[in-house]
Structure formats: C-alpha cells, structure tokens
C-alpha cells in the first residue's frame, strides 16, 4: 500500500546548473523608460501628485515611482487604470516613440527631458515636498525667486560667451 502512495505522489525534478547564473539585463528597456517618462509628464502636466494618482489607480506612490522611473514594467491592466485616472487614451504613453508610428522610422534615441530626471531625484523629491509644505503665496514667491534666478544665471552665461567671442554684452536687464 505504502509503495502505491509514493508512486500516486508527484515527482520533483532536479535542475542542475551545469555553470554560472546567466545574466539578465539590469537596463530597463528604452520603450519602458519612454511610457514611464509619459507617465510622469502626463501626471505633471494634470497638475497630480504621485501620491494621489497612486491613491486613485490603489498602489503605493512608492510603486508609481518604480513605474515612472522604468525600474517596475507597467502592465497593459496598470497602464490602462493609469490613463483613466488622467483622463488620456492609453496610446498617450506611447506617443514619440520611436517605430510607433506608421511610417516606422528609423529608431533614434529616446529623448530625455532633465526636469523629469530632476523630478524623480531624491534631490528633487525633496525639493517639491519641502514647497509643498509651504503656505501658497509663499511657495509663489519662491518659485518666482527660483525663476529669476534662472534668467540672472542665463544672462550671466549670455554675457560671458558674447565677451568671449569678442562681441559687446547685450543690454542690461531689469530685475525684480
């Protein structure tokens, strides 16, 4: 009887590796970074939080940012809860994607738009919740300072690269 119960029970097989653990890919794909980077643009764009839109589709912003930053592969279900809580067609996160068009161009790289790369820093994080934070019309007030500190900064470069190519600097601009 015990002999039939043993012959009744399935079997596990073995797998031996006969060499070393064969390497996978750690580079997201570049079709994962672009739909990661849509995400994030849409998102902004809608004026939406990762946290909120995390809270509308039920998973953790921590999650969100792993799909944003193409660390986590977005499910065609995910993708598709995503743009309905952004209100856009799914086909939005595959727009400029290189041989998603119909006359399927030659691929070129994927481009990359830095305020995004700044955005999922922890730098950036941190910045944006620490603006947050703060009363609206101080965070106004804040912003124009990041604002005119950028445009001092770009015609201080202006200024330095006409002076190096021996023109006159242009004229002096008013500041607030």
Request: with cysteine; net charge positive.
């Given at each position: 009887?015990?002999?039939?119960?043993a012959l009744l029970r399935p079997r596990r097989s073995?797998?031996?590796?006969?060499?070393p653990k064969p390497k996978i890919d750690i580079d997201p794909h570049p079709a994962d970074q672009h739909v990661g980077?849509?995400?994030a643009t849409v998102r902004v764009q809608s004026d939406v939080s990762q946290a909120q839109l995390a809270r509308s589709i039920g998973i953790s912003f921590q999650q969100l940012?792993?799909?944003e930053n193409a660390r986590n592969r977005v499910s065609a279900s995910m993708l598709y809860e995503i743009?309905?809580?952004?209100?856009?067609?799914?086909?939005?996160?595959?727009e400029g994607l290189p041989g998603n068009d119909e006359a399927r161009v030659a691929a070129r790289p994927l481009p990359v738009d830095e305020r995004l790369d700044f955005i999922a820093s922890?730098?950036?994080?941190?910045?944006?919740?620490?603006?947050?934070?703060l009363p609206p019309r101080v965070r106004g007030?804040?912003?124009?300072l990041i604002a005119a500190l950028g445009e001092e900064l770009a015609l201080l470069d202006t200024k330095a690269d006409s002076e190096t190519a021996g023109e006159s600097p242009p004229a002096k601009?008013?500041?607030?």
């Open positions: 009887m015990e002999d039939q119960k073995v797998l031996l590796r006969a060499g980077r849509q995400i940012q792993k799909y743009a309905s809580s952004l209100g856009v067609p799914v086909g939005r996160f595959f922890a730098e950036g994080r941190r910045l944006i919740e620490g603006l947050v934070k007030r804040v912003s124009s601009c008013k500041t607030v």
